[in-house]
């Protein structure tokens, strides 16, 4: 199975600063055939289903603001808030869906300082 | 507007099944690959299974291997989950997730239906 993992596990930063979420693979989830990177990263708040914000590694979804970024190839990749909202406080997971069993990383708690 | 809306969820002693139904609408269900997803109490988000568009094939996590049967109903628009020999640790919110293709992000999500698998 490809193991997902994240750093750091919590993260405090102030409104209007930058968010920086890693999350590294066992195996790279990069594929040849189509040079596409087979990871997504959520959003997560209490009570609530995880919300879609980057696919294919870099790929905003829709509707997502672009504050989100993501990037990253192989078995590295960052998300990023350039400048952090009071909205934007929530858990977020990396996920990897290049080969099944789909795993999820064990998600990163995001606050304001 | 797509939606997913879980159902049949409920507490169950060890040992025990349930049945849990999604209910989908707003889009082509029998063009979708379907998933489920669970996640325990504080935990992150695990893979359960996922279903071909046609229902001909069905893929599954190890732990829940010859305990749980995805399945799907075309004509209804339903995804299933049967679940057998529940034990203690498949206590969770399950999901239903879709994003289209079997190797793609999941768009979208059910609201997840509580399974308590306890005495």
């Known amino acids: 199975d490809i193991v997902m993992t994240q750093s750091p596990d919590s993260l405090a930063v102030s409104l209007g600063e930058r968010a920086t979420i890693n999350c590294k693979s066992s195996?790279?989830?990069?594929?040849?055939?189509?040079?596409?990177?087979?990871l997504a990263w959520y959003q997560q708040n209490p009570g609530q289903p995880p919300k879609l914000l980057i696919y294919w590694a870099s790929t905003r979804a829709s509707g997502v603001p672009d504050r989100f970024s993501g990037s990253g190839s192989g078995t590295d990749f960052t998300l990023t808030i350039s400048s952090l909202q009071a909205e934007d406080v929530a858990v977020y997971y990396c996920h990897q869906y290049y080969r099944t069993p789909f795993t999820f990383g064990q998600g990163t708690k995001l606050e304001i300082k | 507007e797509v939606q997913l809306v879980e159902s049949g969820g409920g507490l169950v002693q060890p040992g025990g099944s349930l049945r849990l139904s999604c209910a989908a609408s707003?889009?082509?269900?029998?063009?979708?690959?379907m998933s489920w997803v669970r996640q325990a109490p504080g935990k992150a988000p695990e893979w359960v299974a996922n279903i071909k568009r046609d229902g001909s094939e069905q893929y599954y996590v190890d732990s829940v291997k010859g305990r749980f049967t995805i399945s799907r109903d075309n004509a209804k628009n339903s995804l299933f989950l049967q679940l057998n020999s529940l034990r203690a640790e498949d206590t969770a919110v399950y999901y239903c997730a879709t994003g289209y293709n079997w190797n793609d992000a999941y768009d979208y999500w059910g609201l997840g239906t509580l399974v308590t698998v306890s005495s």
């Open positions: 195996q790279s989830v990069l594929h040849s055939s189509n040079n596409k990177n087979y």
């Open positions: 707003g889009f082509t269900f029998s063009n979708f690959w």
